[in-house]
C-alpha cells in the first residue's frame, strides 16, 4: 500500500483531476446505462401486460 | 445397409443442428438470456472490485507518468471493448444477413449503444490521459481520428436503424454498414504502428512479452474482464427488450410474461 492518508490518495499525485474525471466518468455512465437498458425492458412488458389486460376485459364483456 | 447408416448420420447431424438453431429463435433465446444475465453481472462485479484494488491500490506508481498512468486501467478496456464489441456486431449483422436470422439483427442492435458507450469513454479518458501527459485533450492524431470515427460508425448505425421502421429492412441496411465500417477496425489496431503518432504504442503485443510490470498488466487484464462482462450483461438485458418490442404481436410473447 503506497498511500499514507486518505487526502494522499485523492490527489492522485496532483492528477486528481484527470483520474477521477476518467474513472468517474465511467462508473457513471455504466451505471446509467443498464438503468436506461432495464427500463426499456420494464416499459415493453408494462405496455404489454396492459394490451393482455385489455384483451381479457374486451373477451369478458364480449361474452357477458 | 451402408445408406441406411449414413441416414442416420445425418438425422443425428441435423438435429444437433436444430438444437443451436433453437436458441436462435427470440421466443427461447428470451427467457435464455434472462437466465443468464445475473450471472454475468456477478463476474463483472468480482472482476471489477479486483480489478480496481489492484488499479489503486497494488499496482505500484510509474516511473515517468507519476499516478497520472491509473487511467490505463479504464482507458486500455473501453477501447479494447469499443473495438471487440464492433467486431461482434458485425458479425451477428453478417449473420443476419447470410441466414436472415431474426435474432442475430437483434443481438446487433442491442450491441450498437453499448459500444457506442464505450468509444465514448475510451475518448473521454483518452483526453483526460492526453491532456497532463502531452498537454492537449485532443489532437488530430492516426488513432484518435479512427477511434472518432469508430464511434461515429456506431452513431450511424444506430441513426440508419431508427430511421427505417421495417425492422427488417433496418437489419439489413444496419448490417451493410456495420460490414462496411469493419474495415476501421484494423486501421485502429494499426495506427500506432503504420502512423507516426503522438499516441504510445502498444503495451500488449502478442509477439512480445509485455512491457509494463506485472501487477499493472494484471489490473488491465482484470478491468477488461470486467468491462467485457458489463457488456454482455447489459446487452442480453436491452436485446430482451427487443425481442419483446418486435414480437409483440405473436402468441408466444403473450404467455413469456408472467
Redesign the interface.
Known amino acids: 500500500?503506497?498511500?499514507n492518508s486518505v487526502g494522499e490518495?485523492f490527489a492522485?499525485?496532483?492528477?486528481a483531476?484527470?483520474?477521477w474525471?476518467?474513472?468517474g466518468?465511467?462508473v457513471l455512465?455504466?451505471v446509467v446505462?443498464?438503468l436506461l437498458?432495464?427500463r426499456?425492458?420494464n416499459?415493453?412488458?408494462q405496455s404489454?401486460?396492459r394490451?393482455?389486460l385489455a384483451d381479457e376485459l374486451d373477451h369478458q364483456s364480449g361474452t357477458s | 445397409m451402408g445408406d441406411h447408416g449414413r441416414f442416420k448420420g445425418c438425422i443425428g447431424v441435423s438435429q444437433s443442428l436444430i438444437q443451436w438453431f433453437r436458441y436462435a429463435s427470440p421466443q427461447s433465446f428470451y427467457p435464455l438470456a434472462g437466465r443468464m444475465i445475473p450471472w454475468f453481472w456477478a463476474a463483472a462485479a468480482v472482476f471489477g472490485v479486483a480489478g480496481l484494488w489492484i488499479s489503486f491500490f497494488v499496482a505500484p506508481t510509474d516511473a515517468q507518468q507519476g499516478e497520472g498512468y491509473r487511467i490505463i486501467f479504464v482507458h486500455v478496456p473501453a477501447s479494447w471493448m469499443s473495438m471487440f464489441i464492433y467486431l461482434v456486431m458485425a458479425f451477428w449483422a453478417a449473420l443476419g444477413l447470410a441466414l436472415n436470422t431474426r435474432v442475430s439483427g437483434m443481438m446487433a442492435q442491442a450491441l450498437a449503444p453499448t459500444g457506442a458507450l464505450m468509444a465514448a469513454l475510451s475518448l473521454w479518458t483518452g483526453a483526460f490521459w492526453g491532456k497532463p501527459m502531452w498537454g492537449a485533450w485532443w489532437v488530430w492524431d492516426a488513432r484518435l481520428t479512427s477511434e472518432l470515427i469508430l464511434f461515429f460508425l456506431y452513431l450511424g448505425f444506430m441513426a440508419l436503424q431508427a430511421a427505417i421502421d421495417d425492422p427488417r429492412r433496418a437489419d439489413k441496411a444496419g448490417a451493410i454498414l456495420a460490414l462496411v465500417g469493419v474495415v476501421n477496425i484494423p486501421i485502429i489496431y494499426f495506427s500506432v504502428k503504420w502512423w507516426n503518432t503522438l499516441h504510445q504504442g502498444s503495451t500488449i503485443n502478442l509477439t512480445k512479452a509485455p512491457s509494463m510490470a506485472q501487477t499493472m498488466l494484471w489490473g488491465m487484464l482484470l478491468m477488461a474482464l470486467a468491462f467485457w462482462m458489463y457488456s454482455i450483461a447489459v446487452a442480453l438485458t436491452r436485446v430482451r427488450a427487443i425481442i419483446l418490442e418486435r414480437e409483440r404481436h405473436t402468441e408466444w410473447v403473450k404467455h413469456a410474461l408472467e
Open positions: 500500500m503506497h498511500w490518495f492522485m499525485g496532483g492528477y483531476l484527470y483520474v474525471g476518467s474513472f466518468a465511467c455512465l455504466m446505462e443498464p437498458a432495464k426499456r425492458l416499459e415493453v412488458r404489454l401486460r394490451e393482455r
